[in-house]
């Protein structure tokens, strides 16, 4: 049996373990972020530049 | 809200404005569907953001971390939402816990689904410091100021939202589909395993 190089094995695993989670995570977000932006969105900014211009 | 608008707007600016904020649409949508849950309620909130952003470009320094700025925009709005309606996020949070089962991932794994779930089971504080800094990319420091609060309380809720999320994935609290407890963690480990391995 051989030590690990850190103190505790189970730090090791915590550790681990958290960063799993946080690949999880960033990947959650990532997939939202990939997704395509509904036009709704654009439409939306473009009437509120339309409105502007059409003010000034 | 008409407000007064007689500066000048330089078109060019705006322009670069424009195209900087619509970069950032998918960004808006992320941070507003982990803090909603359900994903129609959610774009209507980054609408709002993305337009109050839009509206507020003026007082923008270009340069500085737009993302920040518009997120620290969307977060104001999602609470102030949310005081005026309180009893919306009880429900916005059975519709998360139905919604967001239902991903239009064809594989997306039972993992993430219960990622989702136990991320959703968090205080509200918690689950943003987790995200803005393990997912959405932001410092502490960038964290605390879209938060409004100080870094070391950005840095004790993302640790006390780790340890929280850990706990719930490993118990199994969320218990969907009477998956084992702890199959959620399992399944984690070996998909981080998997991707190390195809480094």
Known sequence: MRRSRSKSPSLDEARLRQQAIGVRLRQMFDEVVSEPVPDEFLQILRKADEKRSGEA | ?199
């Not at chain 2, 000048?8 to 998918?26: C, N, S, Y």
């Not at chain 2, 104001?76 to 239902?102: G, H, I, M």
């Open chain 2, 1 to 199: 809200m008409a407000a007064a608008r007689s500066e000048h707007t330089d078109p060019k600016r705006d322009e670069a404005f424009r195209r900087e904020l619509v970069g950032l649409i998918p960004h808006l949508r992320a941070f507003a569907r982990t803090l909603c849950g359900d994903p129609t309620a959610a774009d209507d909130l980054a609408q709002d953001a993305m337009l109050k952003a839009w509206d507020a470009r003026q007082s923008f320094e270009m340069g500085t971390n737009m993302k920040a700025w518009t997120f620290m925009i969307l977060r104001n709005q999602f609470y102030s939402e949310k005081r005026r309606s309180w009893r919306q996020s009880q429900l916005d949070q059975e519709a998360a816990e139905r919604t967001l089962v239902a991903v239009d991932d064809p594989e997306a794994p039972v993992a993430l689904d219960e990622l989702r779930q136990g991320l959703g089971m968090l205080p509200i504080e918690q689950r943003e410091a987790l995200i803005l800094v393990g997912a959405g990319g932001f410092a502490y420091e960038e964290a605390a100021a879209i938060c409004d609060c100080a870094v070391g309380t950005v840095k004790s809720r993302v640790s006390r939202a780790r340890r929280a999320l850990q706990g719930i994935l490993e118990s199994g609290q969320y218990r969907r589909d009477g998956s084992a407890a702890g199959e959620a963690m399992a399944s984690i480990l070996a998909h981080a395993e998997r991707l190390s391995q195809a480094k």
